[in-house]
């Protein structure tokens, strides 16, 4: 419920602080004295969009904070919150900024969200009904949920039915589609899954191969050049046909051989007779070696063409199928795998739809025995509509719960709902947003509100003047049907009526003071001799006389009876 108002620097409020109680609360008032504005700012915390008209002059902020109690059972609002990222606590704080720059801010907790969270906040905390709707009973897709919550425990339990019914549908199709849609589309899917796995594992893909065989080719492509270095360093070493000088390993040797015949002249030469020696066993070493790399260097031409068209083979499965050999070996096994289910899917394709087929049949039957109960359903709604709207003052209005079918069902059953209405005879029967009169609408709000009260589960619900052209026995049949009502729901309406007000557990006053040549409203608390005098004031049109004051005592003693 809401239990706190506050604004500031809004329209012609300076600073205002409003606390309201579980039950009735009425505002009274002056005609213009600004019980409207307080409607404004309630319509704004509910996500309505914001004027910088709307900021008091002289201001350069407008400020409006609400304050609801809430229950954290209340499903809906709980799903609205965890939606939005928002923590449900037993006090829910909503307020708006209004920038005369035409900066607007939200808070819901004390965090900054988008206006579309108010209006979802909104729905599911006030229904208004008024000049500025607010009003849940007006979407037509609500209708089918209140009828049914209207139901008694057997509807209910066949429209549970239904939704277990369909949801189990749901994840057979669901295996049906992952299976493939048909006998042509699983042998599609299972002729390309095996040229994929064919193709990569016909390849034989290793890991290492590929760049094994680019240093490969590399060397090929260098061949040339490798036989002519490694020639020429042979010959240098030992000799041979190319050699237009001594090999080298001939003049080390003669040198060596020079030095060791000096070696008894002078024993200093030693150690170059050694490194001489070493020169030329590394030399001899060397030479062999070149001989056996020399014998290596050998190839078949048509060796290179073998080795690009092997690379080509891998660059071409990397496009495919992976950018490493290890991705692409992977995809040949999910291939497989996926081989493997189409291969066993078949027996199990024909036993899901037979399942699915069987379920579909349950869920049509279903949905024609939900649909009945809800036709008898309507009728009782119907009729109580009717009766009400009676003792409202509309005894010639017609009420009815339109049935729309679908060609199949869906997961709430074979039909759309939607509540019609009619005010005056002659006229056809209307979607409720339809309604032009504010005052019917209120009525007939009034009337669902007073039937559904058990199913309802908004809290609060404000009814803007809903006396508009209505007086005597019906106004007094009003009041009576918003005091029962409010035994479920709060209850905040703004009224011209001394019956109405004087059925309400608590009364406000709402007046304009003038100060210093600025014009503020303001709002009294009314108890005692004070609600007694605006009573009166109702009753008389603002003359108060002792008559209209025992009128104004006797009307609050009959309310407390009642």
Not at 91 to 114: K, Y
Not at 439 to 461: C, F, N, Y
Not at 533 to 557: C, D, F, P, V
Request: charged share 30%; proline share 2%; aromatic share 6%.
């Amino acid at each position: 419920m809401l239990s706190y108002l506050h604004m500031q620097n809004f329209a012609l409020i300076d600073d205002l602080s409003l606390e309201l109680f579980p039950g009735m609360n009425v505002l009274t008032g002056e005609t213009g004295a600004g019980k409207s504005i307080l409607i404004g700012a309630i319509n704004l915390i509910l996500g309505e969009r914001a004027s910088s008209e709307q900021v008091r002059t002289g201001s350069e902020q407008a400020l409006i904070e609400a304050v609801f109690i809430v229950s954290k059972s209340y499903g809906q609002l709980q799903t609205i919150m965890e939606l939005n990222g928002l923590t449900l606590q037993d006090d829910l704080i909503i307020s708006r900024e209004i920038a005369r720059s035409g900066r607007n801010t939200c808070r819901v907790n004390g965090r900054i969200v988008p206006l579309g969270t108010l209006k979802e906040l909104g729905s599911a905390l006030v229904d208004l009904h008024g000049q500025h709707s607010h009003q849940s009973l007006l979407k037509p897709e609500q209708h089918i949920l209140l009828l049914d919550e209207f139901g008694d425990e057997e509807l209910l339990k066949e429209k549970k039915r239904l939704e277990d019914l369909f949801n189990v549908w749901q994840k057979v199709r669901q295996k049906l589609k992952s299976r493939g849609t048909s006998p042509e589309e699983r042998a599609r899917q299972l002729e390309l899954l095996r040229y994929q796995r064919d193709e990569i594992l016909n390849a034989a893909l290793n890991p290492g191969e590929e760049e094994s065989l680019s240093q490969r080719l590399l060397l090929l492509n260098s061949m040339e050049k490798l036989l002519s270095m490694a020639n020429r360093a042979y010959t240098e070493i030992y000799g041979g046909e190319e050699a237009t000088s001594s090999p080298v390993f001939d003049r080390i040797n003669s040198i060596k051989e020079e030095m060791s015949s000096l070696l008894k002249i002078d024993s200093r030469v030693s150690p170059f007779i050694s490194t001489l020696e070493e020169i030329s066993s590394n030399l001899a070493e060397l030479g062999h070696e070149l001989y056996n790399y020399l014998d290596n260097l050998t190839y078949f031409p048509e060796e290179i063409e073998e080795i690009e068209n092997r690379l080509e083979l891998y660059r071409r499965l990397k496009k495919k199928y992976g950018v490493t050999v290890e991705e692409i070996l992977c995809f040949a096994e999910k291939c497989q795998e996926e081989i493997t289910v189409l291969e066993n899917s078949e027996e199990e394709v024909l036993m899901l739809e037979k399942e699915s087929k069987n379920l579909w049949q349950d869920i049509e039957q279903c949905a024609i025995l939900l649909t009945k109960k809800r036709k008898k359903t309507a009728q009782i709604l119907t009729k109580l509509v009717k009766e009400v709207l009676g003792e409202l003052g509309m005894d010639n209005a017609q009420f009815s719960v339109n049935f729309i079918e679908r060609e199949v069902p869906a997961r709430h059953g074979k039909e759309e709902i939607e509540f019609l209405f009619s005010a005056n005879p002659g006229e056809p029967l209307k979607p409720l947003a339809r309604i032009i009169s504010a005052g019917e609408m209120a009525r007939v709000m009034l009337a669902l509100k007073s039937i559904l009260a058990e199913q309802d589960h908004v809290p609060t619900l404000i009814f803007d003047e809903i006396d508009s052209g209505i007086g005597g026995k019906t106004i007094q049949k009003v009041a009576e049907k918003m005091a029962r009502l409010s035994k479920k729901h709060q209850v905040i309406c703004v009224t011209h009526s001394p019956q109405i007000a004087s059925a309400a557990d608590h009364q406000y006053y709402i007046f304009k003071e003038v100060a210093e040549g600025r014009t503020t409203t303001c709002v009294n608390y009314l108890e005692g001799e004070k609600r007694v005098m605006e009573i009166a004031r109702l009753l008389n049109g603002g003359i108060i006389s002792e008559i209209t004051r025992r009128h104004a005592e006797e009307l609050l003693k009959k309310a407390s009876e009642l």
